[in-house]
């Protein structure tokens, strides 16, 4: 949203799977005067993008484009900014980020406006 609100000329998607978190997006959205650009949804990343964007950030989501590990294997990065390549136009830009946790957090750490979140669907 800070990308957005910097930028009166973008428009922004964000897309999860949680709706608790979709709701919250969208209270933070109407507070800073956003609505109008930015576009919350609650569902799968990999059927609810647009064919093609011009810019992408993707800050600690590499899990969509990863096959469900539950042995917290690492995740293939490769594969996920393979997948960001696929939506992006040339000379897009692209923000990408993602945290390599040593051990998996404590639930203290995990808990996130009240809820109880694990990262990466369990998958550190």
Known sequence: MRVIAAAPQCRG???????D???HGRHLAEQRGLTDRITL??????????DVAEAVICIGASQVWNPP??????????RAL????????RRARV??????????PTL??????GHERVPAGGRV
């Open 13 to 19: 998607l964000g897309v999860d799977l949680d709706a």
């Open 21 to 23: 978190m979709i709701e």
């Open 41 to 50: 949804t609650a569902g799968d990343a990999q059927t609810s993008l647009p």
């Open 69 to 78: 590990s539950e042995q917290n294997l690492p995740m293939n990065y490769a």
């Open 82 to 89: 393979t997948s960001i390549r696929a939506y992006v136009t």
């Open 95 to 104: 923000a990408y980020g993602e945290a390599i946790w040593s051990a998996p």
């Open 108 to 113: 203290k750490r995990s808990r996130v406006h």
